[in-house]
Nanobody, 114 residues
Framework: QVPLVESGGGFVQSGGSLSLSCHAS??????MCWYRQAPGKEREFVAH???????DYEDSVKGRFRISRDNDENAIYLQMNDLNPDDTAVYYC??????????WGQGTQVTVSS
C-alpha cells in the first residue's frame, strides 16, 4: 500500500488557482515535499515543509504557491495561485526523514491552459 496519496489536480486557465492535498497513512514523515514533472522534463522540487512547519520553495513558485501541513491529519497541502502553463505537470507528494524523499505518491495531474 502506497503510504502517500495525492488529490486535487485538475484543469485550470492561466491565472487561476488549484489546491492539492496529500494524505499519509501508516507513517509519519519529518519532511514532506511536493515535486513535479512536466512532459519531456526532469522531475523538479517544488516545496518542502518540516514537521515544525518550516517551509522552503523553488524560486519560480515563491509568492504564488503555499505549502502547509496538518500533523493531526498527517497531511500536507499545496495552494497554487496565479498558475501559468509552465506549471503544467504531474505533481508528486513525498515523505522522508530529511529533504531527500524516501516515499513517493502516485502523482496528480495539473494542467494550466493559456
Amino acid at each position: 500500500q502506497v503510504p502517500l496519496v495525492e488529490s486535487g489536480g485538475g484543469f485550470v486557465q492561466s491565472g487561476g488557482s488549484l489546491s492539492l492535498s496529500c494524505h499519509a497513512s501508516g507513517m509519519i514523515f519529518s519532511v514532506m515535499c511536493w515535486y513535479r514533472q512536466a512532459p519531456g522534463k526532469e522531475r523538479e522540487f517544488v516545496a518542502h515543509i518540516r514537521s515544525t512547519g518550516v517551509a522552503d520553495y523553488e524560486d519560480s513558485v515563491k509568492g504564488r504557491f503555499r505549502i502547509s501541513r496538518d500533523n493531526d491529519e498527517n497531511a500536507i497541502y499545496l495552494q497554487m495561485n496565479d498558475l501559468n502553463p509552465d506549471d503544467t505537470a504531474v505533481y508528486y507528494c513525498t515523505g522522508g526523514l530529511t529533504t531527500e524523499p524516501e516515499y513517493w505518491g502516485q502523482g496528480t495531474q495539473v494542467t494550466v491552459s493559456s
